[in-house]
């Protein structure tokens, strides 16, 4: 069946690092991928979508990465700070579902020490 | 621009009542979707409507779980009877249309716990 795992369930990196989340999906060829970001207590707010003929996108400090062949994809937060201290969800379109239909990770909960 | 509104924002009862949340999305929105979030997991799909049509209730668990958006804007989300399984966080969210690439708008989110 299809699977999406996030591997770290935690990260913690110091003010100014850059930051590598890691999403791998399998039995399943997405058409694009999505990245949220979910604070505690409010719900997911969209980040970045990444076609599957797209290698990388960027959008300010965030830059993703998306390898078909690996069933991988990465999310960078560079000169990270404190305010991006949060869960962080990658998301694909569930296989046989409609248009819409997206299946999400568990997260990785991103902490930024000053 | 109003985002996406949910209400309550929490809700505790007890096993074998019924709860109902309510949304209203963002205006405009035709699509609108319910999701389960469980602590420590990624949003589930429940049910997702076109407009005032379903277009996806695969995963809705019918026996307990009922929805409804009948003039094609606010949704209801029904549980009845919960039980303990049902404790999560239910989120609604709505995309301009329904389409691969829709952004989908998040609401705050309904938190349940069934005791």
């Known amino acids: 069946s299809q699977k999406i795992e996030q591997n770290s369930e935690a990260l913690n990196i110091q003010e100014g690092k850059t930051a590598t989340l890691t999403c791998n999906y399998t039995?399943?060829?997405?058409?694009?991928l999505q990245w949220y970001r979910q604070d505690p207590g409010r719900g997911p707010v969209f980040l970045l979508l990444?076609?599957?003929?797209?290698k990388e996108k960027r959008k300010e400090r965030l830059k993703v990465t998306f390898d078909t062949t690996l069933k991988q994809s990465l999310f960078h937060i560079t000169a990270s700070q404190p305010a991006d201290s949060a869960t962080y969800l990658c998301?694909?379109?569930?296989?046989?579902?409609?248009?819409?239909?997206?299946?999400f990770g568990k997260g990785t909960k991103l902490s930024v020490k000053p | 621009e109003a985002g996406v509104a949910q209400s309550p924002r929490y809700k505790i009862i007890e096993k074998r009542q019924s709860v109902a949340f309510w949304c209203n999305p963002i205006s405009g929105h035709a699509t609108l979707y319910w999701y389960q979030q469980i602590l420590g997991q990624g949003p589930k799909l429940l049910i997702q409507f076109q407009n005032n049509g379903v277009v996806d209730d695969s995963q809705l668990p019918k026996d307990r779980f009922s929805a409804e958006r009948l003039k094609g804007v606010d949704s209801t989300l029904k549980i009845q009877p919960a039980k303990l399984e049902d404790s999560a966080v239910y989120l609604c969210?709505?995309?301009?249309?329904?389409?691969?690439?829709?952004?989908?708008?998040f609401g705050p989110g309904t938190r349940l716990l069934v005791l």
């Open positions: 969210a709505s995309s301009l249309d329904v389409g691969t690439e829709e952004t989908q708008y």
């Open positions: 990444i076609r599957e003929n797209e």
């Open positions: 039995n399943y060829s997405p058409a694009y």
């Open positions: 998301a694909l379109v569930r296989y046989g579902g409609s248009q819409g239909n997206l299946i």
